[in-house]
């Protein structure tokens, strides 16, 4: 949903071999700071359009009028949970975004802010899988390689796994709703809140460290609340 759109017909949407993903201190800056900002995410994942043919369903809020103008009302629903004029934009029986024609997106100058601001590196960064219906993304989520070259950069990757296997492990710990059950937005939740676990060597095999599991849970919740309140 990126920088490019467009794949030679017939072509794999994702190919072999690896992708440089950036320095890992510097791709997470950027991420933790364009979260709640409009800006666009540059994202180098070359010719894949993945993410436009993996079931995903798209949020277009009710500001995004160029690109409402551009999308048939019929392919659009009320967004669940959210205040009326948020939508959501579905996929066909393949997977495939109904705005996704001729293998490009034929909106793509007005394309959604979601589209704009999606980065499949959540997932090596947080070592978190994308699931079972999204294969293409799961594909070009393993091409992505990290720079992790100083000790900083390995204690972030550390914890950015780290945080996020405590979300997926402890959602009981936490008050109902706060760990989502998708994989994009466990990931986003990760990647807010990982510096508690630059403290934390959360180790489950370890009777003192388990007797920690609320307290942990109580830090994850202060920096998730701090961080909304720096947007
Ligand atoms: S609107 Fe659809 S086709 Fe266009 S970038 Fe988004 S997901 Fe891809």
Redesign the pocket.
Same mark, same amino acid.
């Given at each position: 949903?990126k920088n490019k759109?467009e794949q030679a017909p017939g072509e794999d949407p994702v190919q072999a071999q690896d992708l440089p993903a950036g320095k890992l201190s510097s791709w997470l800056r950027l991420t933790r700071r364009a979260q709640g900002a409009t800006d666009e995410i540059s994202v180098p994942c070359g010719a894949c359009?993945a &993410?436009?043919q993996s079931s995903?369903f798209?949020h277009i809020r009710p500001d995004e009028t160029q690109t409402l103008d551009r999308i048939p009302e019929a392919l659009l629903f009320a967004a669940p949970g959210l205040p009326k004029g948020h939508v959501l934009?579905g996929y066909d029986e393949y997977g495939r975004?109904p705005?996704?024609v001729a293998n490009k997106?034929?909106?793509?100058e007005h394309?959604?802010r979601? &589209?704009r601001q999606y980065d499949c590196r959540i997932f090596p960064a947080t070592g978190l899988s994308v699931g079972e219906d999204k294969a293409l993304i799961a594909r070009q989520a393993q091409r992505w390689k990290f720079d992790v070259d100083t000790p900083r950069e390995r204690r972030q990757l550390t914890a950015l796994q780290a945080a996020a296997k405590f979300l997926r492990e402890h959602a009981a710990c936490f008050p109902a709703g706060f760990v989502p059950t998708n994989a994009t937005q466990q990931a986003m939740l990760a990647i807010k809140v990982y510096e508690v676990f630059l403290e934390y060597a959360y180790d489950p095999e370890k009777a003192e460290h388990r007797e920690q599991e609320h307290e942990i849970a109580a830090a994850v919740i202060a920096a998730y609340e701090k961080f909304e309140a720096g947007q």
């Open positions: 949903m759109t359009t &993410c436009c995903y798209i934009l975004c705005m996704f997106c034929s909106i793509y394309r959604p979601t &589209c």
